[in-house]
């Protein structure tokens, strides 16, 4: 798992329900909702899970989604040449 017990417990949470909103995490976990925001992006920038607008699901159940964060690190001079040109 992880070094901090309440990501563990977000991705336990997550493996028992495949999703779960912000809302239901500030509930359960009694932390803000800016708090679970940081820990979900912590969490996707590890590729653990995925997030949307006020939720987040595992990243396993989506195999087939390529991590936006991932996607954003490929190429990057690439897509600087492409931003000057436009």
């Known amino acids: 798992m992880t070094s901090n017990p309440r990501h563990d417990q977000i991705l336990t949470l997550l493996q028992k329900l495949r999703q779960i909103s912000v809302q239901d995490l500030t509930d359960r976990?009694?932390?803000?909702p800016v708090t679970i925001r940081k820990d979900?992006?912590?969490?996707?920038?590890q590729g653990l899970l995925i997030?949307?607008?006020?939720?987040a699901k595992l990243a396993q159940d989506?195999?087939?989604?390529?991590?936006?964060?991932?996607?954003?690190?490929?190429?990057?001079?690439?897509?600087?040449?492409l931003a000057k040109k436009a």
């Open 62 to 81: 989506n195999a087939s989604v390529t991590n936006l964060v991932k996607r954003n690190r490929e190429n990057p001079e690439a897509k600087m040449l």
């Open 51 to 55: 997030r949307n607008h006020g939720w």
């Open 29 to 32: 976990l009694g932390v803000s």
């Open 40 to 45: 979900l992006t912590i969490l996707e920038d």
